[in-house]
């Protein structure tokens, strides 16, 4: 059989497929040494004609092919290769098609197509998983309707499930039995699920909002399934959510989740049988921390919006990943927001998009929302496609308003509703929906980079006016080397000196004067500037006095700000600032710029010397007891070392994580009563609760010890132990562990294995226990690492154990980039070696050395030198291969 070679797929090559797919049924036969599956396709040509029809498989065996009940030949009538088989001739406008392969899921580590994890079958067919099934047009714009049977050993695999509804069940000779699913709504491949296995349920009802009942069951192994009460409140309120804000109801009677082991994702949103990584299923208060309860939440959300944006509305291709996942990443992003704080909810989002999104756009794996070629898909389920995809939703809110962005989903829906369709018919119905003049807006899908928005401000007294001079400029990236302007939605408010917003009436944006109105005909506090041209000037009239500027409100858009606002204003920002976020925002613009020129002093080898205004800009921030204590915790949380390297134009791992240690020690010893006291006064016997109001506490009672534990001195490390020891709940102890562990000695050993007996036979908690570990700076760790990586906790085939250890590593600034390139050395190593098992997991590891050129010639050398190993090993899988050679390139 021909082998094909790695192919790169352009967007502009896409056409619409010759043959469409009317209804298909599935017949799995489950055995322990082989999986039969006979499929029946009853095919129909697109336009009549009957041009050759090709079909994806990948690791199959073909063991019959029929058409219109007539056996073929080989050679004559089709042809195999690697990747495909080809119809030569297919017979007439409609035919039916049936093949019956045989795969091996006993075997399959790579955990897609059809696998087994712990015993028990599951399917991940996103993004082209199916083809691993059977012989298929793998793609989501060919769209059936499935009737799945399922064929197994009854007592081994009681429970069968697929999409959609059940319509018969029995059991057969030989202890084996038999369920059909049949699924009402057509759907592309990527959606099939099937599951067969021993798992038990937990049961519940929602009622929609036109009086339909929906069974809800959340399925999970006997011993876990007492964890799965919030899964299920998440669920609820998902569905609820939904129905208020977007007017979706669910559309069947039957909602299933099952939680899985063994997952390369987070949780994937197959038609009424979400399969889910576990991690995002199980909580419970002694074994999840409160970040995991959030995740929890968000991710059940996020999976069930998609049954609207996603299923019923699909993509046409897999280059549109964007229509889906950044609206559901946005959908979800504002139903966390509605059930917690959105001002919190909003600073981690931004975040993580800084940490990990602003990098990606800044180096060789940079793309657009909507990227333009890829080799293997699996290696564009990015940040940038995701979060920077819903920031790109999030301003078309931004700029039409909450009521005009739900115009414009009404009408998406409506038009759209059982389609396959692409990113520009989303801004369709945004515009047309509203009337809405978003000239040049749509750029945010094809041009990669983060835009960087230069604004700088002057205040006239005689003519009292404000001027504001933007000016914005997109970064030269991969195959793309100039860009055009953006319209940029800049959201900003100017604050009198008293701290009160000005009420602004008016603006001239350089070509026309613009009234601005708020529901009660007054002036609007906070402004929506349209940035569309690469310079622009924008005056206010009537100001008064002198206001300080607050820029890009809420983070307006994905840029990078440049202003020119003094520390002065920035500190009255974080004291005054009506928005929450810009109140956040002050603090970590401010925290930037001081850990950058502590890191200069390091490298100068001068004296490093803490900015006195801003640990007591912190120190108000503590003590002001009218604040949300999360929000104190963010704000007293510096910039992580991620972000200052980012901004670095040599990235200094060594000088950057000494800078950040100086300035969080030099706070903790300023601020060490406060801090004290905020952790005292944030204990609480009570059973756990995940509400805000708790979180919160948790959060500023966590954030402090940590501070606290940096100084490695009696009182704190005493203060730290006694919270490890009283513990009730895994948000506390895990967060007491890691204090205690950020100093090395005895107690920190002794720490680290009290904590590993008592959690042993929990694999989520023993993965937080590794990543701990990995995470750690302290020197020479890799030792520490590779000795984890044979204790009996890990287990390189499960993805979550990779993430942890690996992951956790690699996320390790001074361990990972360890001059001597043994982290390197041990990231080479590992990547060869997860390939040949799993290579999306592979691929997602070998991600960390994409950032080489970043570092100093010395580093670089040493990156380099494990990615050309990697790119040279024979029989490499694609995916490691795309993003090893598009690193070097
Ligand atoms: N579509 C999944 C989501 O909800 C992600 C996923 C992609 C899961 C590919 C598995 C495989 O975001
Ligand atoms: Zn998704």
Redesign the pocket.
């Known amino acids: 059989m021909a082998k094909e070679s790695p192919k790169e797929i352009f967007l502009k090559d896409y056409k619409l497929p010759d043959y469409y797919f009317d209804t298909v049924n599935l017949d799995f036969i489950l055995k322990e040494e082989h999986t039969l599956v006979h499929s029946k396709i009853h095919v129909i040509s697109r336009q009549g004609t009957l041009s050759p029809l090709r079909l994806d498989g990948v690791d199959v065996k073909l063991l019959s092919i029929r058409i219109n009940s007539k056996d073929v030949k080989e050679g004559e009538d089709y042809s195999l290769s690697s990747k495909h088989l080809i119809l030569h001739h297919p017979p007439a406008a409609q035919f039916v098609l049936e093949i019956t392969t045989e795969i091996e899921p006993q075997n399959n580590t790579a955990l897609?197509g059809l696998y087994k994890t712990t015993g028990n079958f599951c399917t991940?067919?996103?993004?082209e998983?199916f083809r691993r099934i059977t012989f298929y047009q793998d793609r989501p714009d060919v769209m059936a309707k499935f009737t799945t049977r399922i064929e197994a050993d009854k007592s081994l695999y009681p429970v069968l499930l697929s999409n959609g509804n059940l319509i018969e069940q029995a059991d057969l000779p030989d202890d084996r039995h038999y369920a059909v699913w049949e699924d009402p709504f057509k759907k592309p491949c990527y959606l099939f699920a099937l599951v067969a296995g021993q798992l038990v349920s937990r049961d519940d009802e929602f009622v929609t909002c036109s009086g339909r009942k929906v069974a809800l069951h959340i399925w999970t192994p006997a011993q876990d399934i007492s964890k799965t009460a919030h899964a299920m409140y998440s669920l609820k309120a998902a569905m609820k959510w939904d129905e208020e804000v977007f007017g979706r109801e669910y559309d069947l009677d039957l909602f299933n989740i099952v939680a899985v082991p063994d997952?390369?994702?987070?949780?994937?949103?197959n038609k009424s049988l979400n399969i889910f990584n576990s991690r995002l299923v199980l909580a419970s208060p002694e074994t999840a921390t409160d970040a995991d309860y959030a995740a929890v939440l968000g991710?059940i959300g996020?999976?069930y919006f998609?049954n609207w944006t996603?299923n019923r509305v699909t993509c046409r291709d897999w280059f549109q990943l964007s229509l889906?996942?950044g609206l559901?990443?946005f959908r979800d992003q504002e139903f966390s927001s509605d059930m917690g704080s959105r001002a919190v909810k909003r600073i981690a989002d931004v975040l993580r998009l800084r940490i990990s999104q602003f990098p990606q756009d800044a180096g060789p794996m940079a793309h657009p929302v909507r990227p333009h070629s890829y080799i293997k898909m699996?290696n564009f389920?990015t940040v940038t496609v995701?979060e920077k995809g819903a920031e790109v939703v999030r301003m078309y809110q931004t700029l039409l308003g909450k009521k005009g962005f739900r115009k414009g989903m009404d009408l998406y829906f409506e038009r759209h509703d059982g389609q396959a369709v692409t990113c520009d018919d989303f801004y369709a119905a945004m515009r047309d929906a509203n009337n809405a003049n978003l000239a040049n807006f749509k750029l945010w899908y094809s041009q990669a980079g983060t835009p960087v928005l230069t604004v700088s401000t002057s205040y006239d007294a005689a003519a009292r006016t404000f001027r504001l001079k933007c000016r914005q400029e997109i970064p030269p990236t991969p195959g793309q080397p100039t860009k055009e302007p953006m319209l940029i939605p800049l959201a900003l408010g100017l604050v009198s000196p008293k701290g009160k917003d000005l009420a602004v009436t008016s603006v001239h944006d350089g070509e026309s004067l613009k009234f601005l109105k708020d529901e009660h005909g007054n002036g609007v506090t906070t402004v929506v500037l349209r940035v569309e041209k690469a310079e622009q000037e924008f005056v206010f009239a009537d100001i008064p006095e002198r206001p300080v500027p607050s820029l890009l409100r809420n983070f307006s858009a994905p840029v990078r700000l440049v202003s020119d606002i003094s520390d002065e204003d920035l500190l009255f920002l974080l004291a005054h600032d009506s928005d929450e976020f810009s109140r956040w925002e002050a603090a970590q613009t401010m925290g930037r710029k001081l850990i950058l020129s502590l890191v200069s002093s390091v490298q100068q080898g001068k004296e490093l010397v803490m900015n006195k205004h801003f640990v007591n800009g912190l120190r108000s921030i503590l003590c002001d007891s009218s604040l949300d204590k999360e929000f104190v915790a963010k704000a007293l949380t510096l910039p992580t070392e991620a972000e200052i390297m980012d901004l670095m134009e040599v990235a200094d791992p060594d000088a950057v994580h000494t800078a950040r240690r100086f300035a969080v020690k030099e706070i903790a010893s300023s601020l060490r009563k406060e801090l004290f006291d905020a952790v005292t006064n944030n204990c609480s016997n009570e059973a756990y609760v995940f509400n805000h109001e708790n979180m919160a506490r948790r959060a500023l009672k966590n954030v402090s010890l940590g501070y606290l534990a940096s100084l490695n001195e009696l009182e704190a490390t005493g203060l730290a132990l006694n919270e490890y020891n009283t513990a009730t709940n895994m948000t506390e102890q895990i967060a007491a562990l890691a204090a205690i562990a950020q100093n090395s000695g005895d107690l920190r050993t002794e720490t680290l294995s009290k904590f590993y007996e008592q959690w042993q036979k929990d694999s989520l908690v023993t993965n937080k226990w590794l990543a701990l570990q990995a995470m750690s700076d302290i020197p020479g760790n890799v030792k520490n690492v590779e000795a984890l990586m044979d204790h009996p906790s890990f287990d390189i085939k499960n993805p979550n154990k990779v993430y942890s250890l690996v992951g956790g590593f690699c996320a390790s600034a001074v361990n990972f980039h360890a001059k001597d390139g043994s982290g390197y050395n041990f990231l080479g190593d590992i990547v060869l070696k997860l390939d040949e098992l799993n290579p999306?997991v592979a691929s997602r590891m070998v991600s960390a050395f994409s950032k080489w050129r970043k570092f100093d010639p010395h580093r670089q050398a040493l990156a380099k030198e494990q990615l050309e190993r990697i790119a040279k090993t024979d029989g490499i899988s694609d995916n490691v291969y795309e993003i090893a050679t598009k690193s070097l390139a």
Request: charged fraction near 25%; aromatic fraction near 12%.
């Open positions: 897609e991940q067919c996103e993004a998983g997952f390369n994702m987070g949780a994937m949103e991710v996020h999976e998609h996603g889906k996942e559901t990443v699996d389920y995701y999306q």
